[in-house]
């Protein structure tokens, strides 16, 4: 898993390279404004990268994650629709796959939309956004459908005036309730993926 993981990191490193030498005539894109987007405009994301288990509360009291570091796999689709120049709104799939010490897996895949407001300067694009939705997790037999919140930011580089590159970063909750209140825990997570990032 984590070989195919590598695989896919250094491929999507590699594609800004490979998309520049196919656009490097966009004249259209010889200069930059701050107000880079329009009402109107839309973005496509494709996000891979790594996550890891941070903090796990249960009844208030900090309790030791079975997570095998390093931790994780995941990944994204999204969309955004800009409203004006810096506020969009949007909606992300995504998945997760987390090792545990004893060698099984657990699955995630969360569902939400978001919002943001994205800073401009030059060709670079720093969006902020918070998501909320709803998570399936699956480990072993056991299931659980919830309620999950992200939020975080990120850095992009605008190489032509379809595609820009970026690294992201984000915060994850995911408030797990069960019939048994003593049961319920409160998981946080932090993801780092490397973005592709197409404009239309």
């Known amino acids: 898993m984590w070989k195919a993981g590598v695989i896919l990191l250094l491929l999507l490193t590699c594609l800004p390279f490979l998309l520049a030498a196919q656009e490097n005539d966009d004249s259209e894109w010889d200069y930059y404004y701050d107000d880079i987007h329009s009402r109107g405009d839309q ?3 494709i996000s891979l990268g790594t ?6 509360v249960n009844q208030g009291d900090i309790i030791e994650h ?7 796999f995941t990944g994204s689709l999204s969309y955004h629709y800009y409203f004006y120049s810096s ?3 949007g909606a992300e799939a995504g998945f997760m796959i987390l090792s545990t010490l004893g060698g099984n897996s657990l699955f995630m895949i969360p569902l939400g939309v978001k919002g943001g407001y994205q800073f401009n300067y030059r ?3 720093f969006p902020v956004s918070l998501t909320l939705g709803v998570s399936w997790h699956r480990y072993l037999s056991m299931g ?3 309620f999950y919140m992200k939020g975080g930011g990120a850095a992009f580089y605008r190489v032509s005036n379809s595609w820009s590159f970026g ?3 984000n915060w994850y909750w995911f408030p797990e309730r069960t019939s048994t209140k003593s049961d319920n825990v409160h998981g946080n997570m932090i993801d780092l993926t490397l973005c592709a990032r197409y404009h239309f």
Do not use: R
Request: no cysteine; glycine share 8%; aromatic share 28%.
């Open 43 to 45: 973005t496509f994301i």
């Open 51 to 56: 996550v890891f288990p941070t903090v796990f």
């Open 66 to 72: 079975k997570f095998n570091p390093p931790v994780g």
């Open 87 to 89: 506020i969009f709104a």
């Open 123 to 125: 060709k670079f694009e």
């Open 144 to 146: 659980y459908f919830g």
């Open 167 to 169: 690294l992201n970063a």
